[in-house]
């Protein structure tokens, strides 16, 4: 349960499309059930589930249900672990976190999980940032608003992933961040090789502390640093049929006690051994939440100390942590080849992340309507009159463009408001509109004079519409495919617009009302990620997994509560794109289902 985040608002929701579809006979304690949506505990949504609770019975927790939050911890004495370190990004003038922990190792280095970075590296090092040594909200900036604990905040300068990362695995989830500063707090000290190795060789081993800030056993966020007393669990027993079976690597290390463990929210954030006053392990997964038989997984520290000693030392200044001049102890032996990865293919969310400003159509926009009766045989001899794009309604028809750019008569699929917004000539900057001379889709940009208007966006049937002086602009905007795609090239955007548009007739109109996100920031930010994907996946329908990934991150980071559960509702096999009930499925049409036979039929279509 690893928590693995305006027009563009809607086009990131558009492309989601998710069909409705009711989750009444949804059972999380029946086996066959816990792989849906419905019963992953890493959805917040999900969280009051029997399933999700300390000490459920389910025998076969679904594999996607990752953890990190500290369930019945007790809250940090200031200074117990001044270099805890809370995962953060700048929004304006404010911090908002992240969804991660991190430990300071050295004064210019963290080290937190690589699952907690992927794929968004680039703006978390432009937006993210680390506080050092934060103990309780508001997490300062001084002591006396952290508990009275010193507390230092830092931005990063670089993020080196474990070079040999696996997702499918969630295998050496290590990531070193390299602050932009050199912090005066002292750092941890971390396992060289020689301490959890040892665990395997004793009767038991107690006094493990995963550390956090994550959701705790009541469901709330903790407002003050929390850790628990846990026992390692041996590798072979965490890894037996009745438990993992197979998928714990010597890269990973097991801890648990009863109702006790980390879960939500504490995603890269510390195993502390409080015996040996050492960091060795880092929060990386699990199956449900203190759920017996299935004890909390980190990353093993030991297992690659050399990587993180090269890679931070290298570039370190002076003076060096003693770790880059002390003799190395002997490492363990190199691990055996990886398991077989789990049916479902887990992958933990990428954290929650900010995003540019929206994009959209003014609503004093005119277009051409007609009246559906008056429609004649051949489309085109309706009479017509100018109507007001914040007065459009679903099932209106209205003038544009298909795909060969005839003129057509186009039915008003999805249209709604956005709150207000800069506009210039009726379009936000960044609104994608069609480029007559070369064919292309082009961003709109500042032509126009500068007004405040409401904003809207529409989808049609057609991938154009047109508006009373001839412009023809369309749903999608350069903010969806990540700012800096300034045109489209038109076979692309006809891609994207039959994907937005079967989405859209299968879920609903719902993905165009403001209500349905609870932070506009953290869609754009994962938007980009779901516009590459969604071409490549109508490209080719074989390589559509990786659109599934990014539609559960823009879930999980984008949607208010009441719109995830209809999504997640919608898309029970999310994340298993061969499947009908997938993001992929519904975006082409069921080109991405595999043909299947006798009982994979049956499960295909459940």
């Known amino acids: 349960m690893v928590s693995f985040k305006l027009a563009t608002a809607v086009l990131a929701i ?50 996607s249900n990752y953890q990190s939050k500290i369930f019945n911890g007790d809250e940090v004495a200031a200074d117990a672990y001044p270099w805890f370190s809370r995962a953060v990004y700048r929004t304006g003038g404010s911090y908002q976190w992240a969804g991660c ?46 508990c009275g604990q010193k507390m230092e905040y830092f931005g990063i300068a670089k993020i080196t992933k474990h070079p ?28 060289r ?11 038991t081993k107690k006094n493990l502390w995963p550390i956090g800030l994550g959701t705790t056993e009541i469901g709330n966020q903790a407002s003050r640093l929390n850790h628990v007393n846990i026992n390692y669990v041996k590798n072979d027993q965490c890894n037996s049929i009745s438990s993992y079976g197979g998928l714990i690597t010597p890269n990973m290390m097991c801890a648990a006690d009863i109702d006790q463990d980390s879960c939500q929210g504490d995603s890269g954030g510390p195993l502390y051994d409080s015996d040996n006053d050492a960091l060795v392990g880092v929060v990386s997964w699990g199956f449900g939440c203190a759920e017996p038989g299935f004890p909390g997984v980190y990353a093993r520290i030991s297992s690659q100390f050399s ?5 931070a030392c290298k570039a370190h200044g002076n003076p060096k942590p003693s ?17 077989t990865p789990p049916v479902s293919d887990p ?93 292309v889709i082009e961003e709109h940009g500042t032509r126009g004079d500068m007004t405040i208007d409401e904003k ?9 519409v047109e508006d009373e002086v001839g412009n023809k602009f369309g749903p999608i905007d350069s903010d969806f495919c990540g700012g800096h795609v300034k045109e489209i090239s038109w076979s692309d955007y006809l891609l994207l617009h039959k994907a937005i548009l079967n989405v859209v007739r299968e879920s609903g109109a719902f993905w165009f009302s403001g209500a349905s996100y609870s932070n506009f920031d953290m869609v754009n930010t994962h938007a980009p990620h779901v516009c590459r994907t969604m071409v490549s996946c109508m490209k080719d329908n074989e390589s559509c997994h990786e659109l599934e990934s990014a539609s559960i991150a823009f879930i999980e980071n984008g949607l208010s509560d009441s719109a995830r559960k209809r999504a997640l509702a919608a898309f029970h096999n999310i994340g298993s794109h061969r499947r009908l009930g997938s993001v992929s499925a519904s975006v082409t049409s069921g080109g991405s289902v595999r043909k299947l036979r006798g009982n994979d039929k049956r499960e295909s279509a459940e």
């Open 14 to 63: 558009l492309c989601l499309g998710f069909p409705t579809a009711s989750n009444a006979s949804i059972d999380c304690n029946i086996a066959e059930h816990v792989n849906k949506a419905e019963c992953f505990c890493r959805f917040p949504m999900n969280r009051d589930k029997e399933i999700c609770k300390p000490g459920s019975n389910l025998k076969e927790p679904a594999q």
């Open 101 to 146: 922990g991190a430990s300071l190792i050295s004064p210019e280095y963290v080290l937190t999980a690589a699952h907690c970075v992927s794929d968004n590296e680039t703006v978390l090092e432009r937006l993210g940032g680390y506080q050092i040594g934060a103990l309780c909200a508001p997490y300062g900036p001084n002591a006396a608003s952290n």
């Open 164 to 191: 040999s990362y696996i997702t499918d695995y969630v295998d050496n989830d290590f990531a070193l961040i390299r602050l932009d500063g050199r912090s005066s707090i002292t750092p941890v000290a971390i396992d």
């Open 193 to 203: 090789g020689d301490i959890s190795p040892s665990y395997e060789k004793s009767a």
């Open 307 to 311: 990587w993180i000693r090269e890679e």
């Open 323 to 339: 770790f880059c001049t002390d003799d190395m102890p002997p490492m363990a032996s190199p691990p055996p080849p990886r398991p």
């Open 347 to 439: 992958r933990p969310t990428p954290p929650i992340l900010p995003q540019p400003p929206s994009s959209c159509v003014a609503g004093e926009t005119a277009v051409m309507s007609v009246d559906v009766d008056d429609i004649n045989v051949d489309n085109n001899n309706a009479i017509t009159r100018i109507t007001k794009v914040k007065n459009l309604k679903i099932g209106d028809m209205i003038r544009g463009y298909d795909a060969d750019l005839n003129p057509t008569q186009c039915r008003v699929e999805a249209v709604g408001n956005f709150g207000s917004g800069e506009v210039f000539g009726n379009y936000t900057s960044s609104h994608y509109m069609l480029k007559e001379k070369s064919k």
């Open 456 to 464: 809207y966006d529409l989808i049609s049937n057609c991938p154009l």
